[in-house]
Nanobody, 126 residues
Framework: QVQLVESGGGVVQAGDSLRLSCAAS????????KGWFRQGPGNEREFVAG????????HYADSVKGRFTISRDSAKNTMYLQMNSLKPEDTGVYYC???????????????????WGQGTQVTVSS
């Protein structure tokens, strides 16, 4: 079992920055690819960023490339999403998740992730 708890969301203005955190407990955080997803109003959950199980490779949705950075602190069993130059279209509930396959590659599909946090709301006003 894995428990994931996100934090760091909030209400900001366009152009501002936020850093989301995802604290993990239970199953070892290492050895599994990890991802951040978001779900905006009326939209399906979409991939935002992913981190390989080794922590050496990162993946980003085109819409956030150059603005968001995914990282982890293995000692703290915590993953982060640094979000800069936020836009109103970044608004949504952000979720962290871990891949179901150990040593698997980063997937852009939410169905490949088995553990999810409860989500944290990010609202960006124009």
């Amino acid at each position: 079992q894995v428990q994931l708890v996100e934090s760091g969301g909030g209400v900001v203005q366009a152009g501002d920055s936020l850093r989301l955190s995802c604290a993990a407990s239970g199953r070892a955080f290492s050895g599994y690819a990890k991802g951040w997803f978001r779900q905006g109003p009326g939209n399906e959950r979409e991939f935002v960023a992913g981190l390989s199980w080794s922590g050496t490779n990162t993946h980003y949705a085109d819409s956030v490339k150059g603005r968001f950075t995914i990282s982890r602190d293995s000692a703290k069993n915590t993953m982060y999403l640094q979000m800069n130059s936020l836009k109103p279209e970044d608004t949504g509930v952000y979720y962290c998740a871990t891949d179901r396959q150990k040593y698997g590659s980063v997937s852009y599909s939410s169905s490949d992730y088995d553990y999810w946090g409860q989500g944290t709301q990010v609202t960006v006003s124009s």
